[in-house]
C-alpha cells in the first residue's frame, strides 16, 4: 500500500453487505502505509442489475461515505460497461497528479 499511486475500492450495489466492508479495507491500506490523499475511486458496481425490487445500497449514503474520506464514487457495471471508462480516466489523471514531483 505504501507505494500505491491510487486504489480502486468495489463494492457490489445489489449487496448492502459488500458496502460495509469498504470501510474496513480502507483501514487495513492505511494501516499498511496507504498515504495522504491518495486518490481512490469508489465503484457501485453491478448497477444495471438494480431493480424496484433489488436490494441497494442507497447512493446517498455511498456519496456520503465517499465525501467523508475524500474519494470518488462511480456507479459501474462490468456487465455494460457504464461508468467505468470515466472511473479509469479520472484516476489514472488523479494518480498522475499525486505522483509527479
Not at 442489475?49 to 447512493?59: E, M, N, R, S
Request: aromatic share 12%; hydrophobic share 40%.
Amino acid at each position: 500500500y505504501a507505494d500505491a499511486g491510487g486504489a480502486i475500492m468495489v463494492y457490489d450495489a445489489t449487496k448492502p453487505a459488500t458496502f460495509s466492508n469498504l470501510e474496513a479495507w480502507w483501514k487495513e491500506a492505511t494501516q499498511f502505509g496507504a498515504r495522504d490523499g491518495l486518490p481512490v475511486a469508489v465503484c457501485a458496481n453491478k448497477v444495471d442489475l438494480i431493480g424496484p425490487k433489488t436490494p441497494t445500497v442507497p447512493i446517498e449514503r455511498a456519496r456520503q461515505w465517499c465525501a467523508m474520506h475524500g474519494f470518488k464514487l462511480y456507479e459501474t457495471s462490468a456487465c455494460t460497461a457504464q461508468g467505468v471508462q470515466q472511473m479509469f480516466e479520472e484516476l489514472f489523471e488523479d494518480t498522475y497528479n499525486f505522483c509527479k514531483p
